[in-house]
């Protein structure tokens, strides 16, 4: 399974990007797909996943300025950014949950995006 990621880039506080990813590869369904990020010499955090039911699940410091999306037929998921901020600055991550035929999910990431948001 291979997650590509598009839209990283250069941003003044305050504007706006708008991340893409789409899942290909073998497998019969995909559960969740959403998006992880990590500053330099922190762990990565949990910035928002959506799974089947739609509902999106998103970190409390992104609320009200991100927003998860998800194209069930097109296997993609793609998080708007508004408002953004310095601290948002980060290598942000595409992951998947899918269904690949047992019964237990396989977790997959892609090779990371970079958002850089200047003050």
């Known amino acids: 399974v291979q997650l590509q990621a598009s839209g990283g880039g250069l941003v003044q506080a305050g504007g706006s990007l708008r991340l893409s990813c789409t899942a290909s590869?073998?497998?019969?369904?995909?559960?969740?797909m959403g998006w992880s990020r990590q500053e330099p010499g922190k762990e990565r955090v949990l910035v928002a996943q959506?799974?089947?039911?739609?509902?999106?699940n998103c970190h409390d410091s992104v609320k009200g300025r991100f927003t998860i999306s998800r194209d069930f037929a097109e296997n993609t998921v793609s998080l708007q950014m508004n408002s953004l901020k310095p601290e948002d600055t980060a290598v942000y991550y595409c992951?998947?949950?899918?269904?690949?035929?047992?019964?237990?999910?396989?977790?997959?990431w892609g090779a990371g995006t970079l958002v850089t948001v200047s003050s």
């Open positions: 959506m799974s089947t039911s739609g509902n999106p």
């Open positions: 590869g073998n497998f019969l369904s995909i559960f969740i």
């Open positions: 992951h998947a949950a899918v269904n690949r035929g047992s019964s237990d999910l396989s977790w997959y």
